[in-house]
């Protein structure tokens, strides 16, 4: 029977309260993504908690219209590969095809299409960029079909409670070849119910700013 084998690891003093995305994460097959295989993707667009992350990659996707600003200052600093948003709401079209170029040019691994994202922008986009489009599924009602014959090429579940039992009936549907990416939840366990179910990768979001300053404070004040 072969042992499990032991990781030597080194840490350092100044970085030692960095965010460490969930052991139970490391259980699932990974995504190769230009060579390098990607088990995690840290859900944050701030820098501070990019940086300070052992996350295998970022997915910077937030709740307003895509700027290249944002897409840049993520690049920039993230040490790892980064997927970012390009719309789907309310940017879509020709400006999201732009952006997703550009996101191309400045080195983004592949670009995020939110759900409502029309399937005739995603088969144009497609046709212009290089890198990866990643389509966002919300239910099992999703038109992930007509997305993954648009040209999407990776989806990435996020349905709350049941993101498990989407992540089986696609997986169920498209066997073990589709690459699929979904949210893990708050716990180990529903992290591994969601790799067991069939999901490649698993996004993480990590605790605010505030949340871990809390905690720094807290430890401050105990020592005066």
């Given at each position: 029977?072969?042992?499990?084998?032991?990781?030597?690891e080194i840490k350092s003093n100044l970085k030692s309260n960095a965010i460490e995305v969930p052991e139970s994460i490391y259980k699932a097959s990974g995504i190769k993504f230009l060579g390098k295989r990607i088990?995690?993707?840290?859900?944050?667009?701030?820098?501070?908690?990019?940086?300070?992350?052992?996350?295998?990659?970022?997915?910077?996707?937030?709740?307003?219209?895509?700027?290249?600003?944002?897409?840049?200052?993520?690049?920039?600093?993230?040490?790892?590969?980064?997927?970012?948003?390009?719309?789907?709401?309310?940017?879509?079209?020709?400006?999201?095809?732009?952006?997703?170029?550009?996101?191309?040019?400045?080195?983004?691994?592949?670009?995020?299409?939110?759900?409502?994202?029309?399937?005739?922008?995603?088969?144009?986009?497609?046709?212009?960029?290089?890198?990866?489009?990643?389509?966002?599924?919300?239910?099992?009602?999703?038109?992930?079909?007509?997305?993954?014959?648009?040209?999407?090429?990776?989806?990435?579940?996020?349905?709350?409670?049941?993101?498990?039992?989407?992540?089986?009936?696609?997986?169920?549907?498209?066997?073990?070849?589709?690459?699929?990416?979904?949210?893990?939840?708050?716990?180990?366990?529903?992290?591994?119910?969601?790799?067991?179910?069939?999901?490649?990768?698993?996004?993480?979001?990590?605790?605010?700013?505030?949340?871990?300053?809390?905690?720094?404070?807290?430890?401050?004040?105990?020592?005066?």
């Amino acid at each position: 029977m072969e042992k499990n084998k032991y990781v030597p690891e080194i840490k350092s003093n100044l970085k030692s309260n960095a965010i460490e995305v969930p052991e139970s994460i490391y259980k699932a097959s990974g995504i190769k993504f230009l060579g390098k295989r990607i088990k995690s993707l840290l859900f944050s667009t701030d820098v501070a908690l990019i940086t300070n992350s052992n996350a295998g990659s970022i997915i910077a996707v937030y709740p307003f219209t895509p700027q290249l600003s944002i897409i840049q200052a993520t690049l920039q600093v993230a040490p790892v590969p980064v997927f970012v948003g390009v719309g789907g709401g309310r940017t879509t079209g020709n400006r999201s095809i732009a952006i997703a170029l550009q996101a191309e040019l400045l080195g983004a691994y592949g670009v995020v299409v939110n759900a409502p994202m029309d399937n005739k922008v995603i088969e144009e986009m497609n046709s212009i960029i290089d890198i990866p489009i990643i389509a966002t599924v919300v239910t099992n009602k999703d038109d992930y079909k007509g997305k993954l014959k648009a040209g999407a090429s990776i989806l990435n579940i996020s349905g709350g409670a049941n993101t498990a039992k989407i992540v089986k009936q696609v997986r169920d549907e498209y066997g073990e070849e589709l690459p699929i990416i979904a949210t893990g939840g708050p716990t180990d366990e529903t992290i591994l119910e969601t790799i067991y179910a069939g999901a490649n990768a698993i996004t993480y979001t990590p605790p605010t700013s505030a949340d871990i300053f809390a905690k720094v404070m807290e430890k401050y004040r105990s020592n005066i």
